[in-house]
């Protein structure tokens, strides 16, 4: 197991009608910002719910964070701030709600000029407002991380940026939220935590990581056990409340202590998005099979593993397993109606070439042997045309 140091400040409050708790973590007297997304919560009660635990509190709003959230939205959000001396902020939605909002902490402290010099690493976060969230979607863990991914609309970049002063204080998960998620957005996030974990745990690592390998199996077995549950009966409590928790140990950088980490499918995944706009989630339906294809050999024990532990999968030969297990993977996406090839989402040759330019260019070496080029990219995805 590798060396590492763990912490991890956020304090969750877990539970059905847990929202009104709120009022009791966010300090009395606060100037509140409430940034939210197209208008969701507006529709399933939540910003009702808002409302009434942040009666008392001077508040202000902020709507129309867009799923894959712009620089360009969150510099508004920031300017808002200053102008009103907002001193907390409340973030109220998913993954591009919770992200831009932790750009935006930063961004009304930053005082380098752009704050996107943050995303072109040419300049560090000093200080941050404080903010908590209030999950309605499972998917990303940004409830419990302190990573977010953020787009300049203007050159198509999606990039991530991480730093413990964008932890949040605090984050409700009350699984009664994600009754109302588009069955959609229930399967993209059922497929992103499941990559979540697969950039954790399906990679060529020589470290014995017997408890993080059986935390991934867990976070993975629960998502295959309760995911086609949550489509058929989304109003299941306990199917919500499952998923909704699995989504968080995903990505809250407990199983990704002590081990090596791939993340190669995000980043190709990521510049899915960028061009063409495809969500998150099925970027990656579309990208996983394609990478554990292609860097079979170097992944050979986790796959095998992951297809015993995980699929039940018992194969006399290596070759059969692993091929057997990446079927798996692929039906499971399919399963959930994520398609998982390029041409199911209009996108063909045109796609490929720029994709793998654009990480050329970038001179990036991907994956957790820093062997993922554009090249190999490009290979990673002819697969899954
Ligand atoms: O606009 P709103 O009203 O929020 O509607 C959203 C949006 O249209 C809707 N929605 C959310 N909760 C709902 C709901 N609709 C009905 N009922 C509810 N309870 O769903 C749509 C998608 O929401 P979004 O927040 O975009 O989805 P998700 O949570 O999957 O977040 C995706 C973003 O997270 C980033 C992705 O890159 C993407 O930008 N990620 C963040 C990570 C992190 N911080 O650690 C890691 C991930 O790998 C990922 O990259
Ligand atoms: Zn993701």
């Known amino acids: 197991m590798k060396n590492f140091s763990f912490a991890n400040p956020v304090k969750i409050i877990f539970g059905k009608d847990t929202i009104k708790e709120i009022a009791n973590e966010i300090p009395k007297g606060s100037k509140v910002l409430v940034t939210y997304g197209g208008g969701s919560i507006k529709k399933n009660g939540v910003f009702d719910q808002v409302s009434k635990a942040l009666s008392g509190y001077e508040r202000y709003e902020f709507a129309g964070i867009e799923p894959n959230p712009h620089y360009e939205t969150c510099m508004k959000a920031a300017r808002l701030i200053k102008e009103k001396g ?99 957005q229930t399967s993209n996030g059922i497929v992103d935590t499941f990559v979540h974990v697969a950039e954790q745990y399906l990679t060529h690592s020589k470290e014995d990581t017997l408890l993080q390998d059986y935390m991934a199996e867990a976070v993975l077995k629960t998502l295959i056990i309760e995911g086609p549950k949550a489509l058929k009966d989304p109003h299941s409590y306990d199917v919500r409340a499952n998923l909704m928790w699995a989504s968080t140990w995903g990505l809250n950088g407990w199983i990704a202590k002590g081990v090596d980490e791939d993340w190669a499918t995000h980043m190709i995944g990521h510049e899915i998005t960028a061009f063409y706009g495809v969500d998150h989630g099925q970027t990656l339906a579309i990208v996983l099979p394609g990478v554990m294809e292609i860097l079979r050999e170097q992944k050979a024990k986790k796959i095998i593993r992951m297809g015993k532990e995980v699929f039940g999968i018992n194969e006399s030969s290596d070759e059969a397993a692993i091929n057997k297990t990446i079927k798996a993977v692929e039906d499971f996406f399919e399963s959930l109606d994520i398609k998982t090839h390029l041409s199911e989402y209009g996108l063909g040759e045109e796609a490929v070439e720029k994709i793998s330019k654009r990480l050329n260019d970038r001179g990036w070496k991907l994956g957790e042997c820093q062997n993922i080029t554009g090249d190999v990219a490009k290979k990673i995805l002819e697969t899954r045309r």
């Open 86 to 184: 907002v001193d907390f902020v409340l973030a109220v939605g998913g993954g591009s709600v919770i992200d831009a909002t932790k750009f935006i902490v930063m961004a009304a402290c930053f005082e380098d000029g752009d704050p996107w010099q943050v995303m072109e690493r040419k300049a560090t976060i000093k200080k941050a407002l404080p903010f908590g969230s209030i999950l309605t979607l499972a998917a990303t863990g940004s409830e419990m991380n302190s990573g977010a991914v953020i787009t300049k609309a203007a050159t198509q970049e999606k990039i991530a940026f991480n730093s413990p002063l964008v932890f949040p204080q605090f984050s409700v998960l009350d699984p009664t939220t994600t009754y109302t998620l588009p069955s959609k």
